[in-house]
């Protein structure tokens, strides 16, 4: 019993130290918050570029919210959307990133 515990806590470990853990949020949320907040930026021929869940990897979503910055690093990402809208963006976006089991564009 001793062993299991201390194998499930070393897995737990092991997932916050690598970053693999993801922000609480819903990325159903999320996928409201992107569509109201950063579309009118992020669609082909805006000033922003075309931005989909689609553009990176979960990977790559998940270090560019490590980051915390936005606008080719000139702006904080806390400066575009409150925290909490943050962390569901951030769901939305892993969750739908190019690797991911459910790609997806956010239409």
Known sequence: ?????KAAAA????????GFALAQGSANKGRFHFKKS???C????????EIT?????????KRYF??????????????VLPAEQLQ???KFLVDHAADSPQP???G
Do not use: I, Y
């Open 104 to 106: 997806e564009t956010c």
């Open 38 to 40: 950063c579309k009118s």
């Open 88 to 90: 569901d963006v951030q």
């Open 11 to 18: 897995v737990v470990a092991l997932t916050f130290a690598s």
């Open 66 to 79: 490590a980051k915390g910055v936005h606008n080719k690093g000139t702006q904080k990402l806390t400066d």
């Open 42 to 49: 992020h669609v082909k021929g805006a000033e922003g570029g």
């Open 1 to 5: 019993m001793r062993g299991t515990m």
């Open 53 to 61: 869940p689609l553009s990176k990897t979960q990977e790559q979503w």
